[in-house]
């Protein structure tokens, strides 16, 4: 079994910032990425951030050059800090992992529960 807990999800103003974080754990033999994703009301989920273990980063256009995707290898965890952050950039944002479990031939995505980023005045 496979776990994504996601954390720092809140409300801020615009131009303000905020940190997510997202730990997996479980039977993991390997992670080959994480990421995060995110979905506004009446809109398609789409990708943020994503990174492999081995550091290689890629980015939504729109979040380009306002957030960065990190990740700390020895504790399976992901980050992403959002840095000036607009209304545009309201939703829930779901952690993603695509890893390989001990025992398992291939490699899965498994998913967090969602945490709420809400941006406004």
């Known amino acids: 079994q496979v776990q994504l807990v996601e954390s720092g999800g809140g409300l801020v103003q615009p131009g303000g910032s905020l940190r997510l974080s997202c730990a997996a754990s479980?039977?993991?033999?390997?992670?080959?990425?994480m990421g995060w994703y995110r979905q506004a009301p009446g809109k398609q989920r789409e990708l943020v951030a994503a990174?492999?273990?081995?550091?290689?980063?890629n980015y939504a256009d729109s979040v380009k050059g306002r957030f960065t995707i990190s990740r700390d290898n020895t504790k399976n965890t992901v980050y992403l800090q959002m840095n000036s952050l607009k209304p545009e950039d309201t939703a829930v944002y779901y952690c993603?992992?695509?890893?390989?479990?001990?025992?398992?031939?291939?490699?899965?995505?498994?998913w967090g529960q969602g945490t709420q980023v809400t941006v406004s005045s």
């Open positions: 993603n992992a695509n890893l390989r479990r001990w025992k398992v031939s291939g490699a899965q995505d498994y």
């Open positions: 479980g039977t993991i033999f390997s992670i080959n990425a």
């Open positions: 990174i492999t273990s081995g550091g290689s980063a």
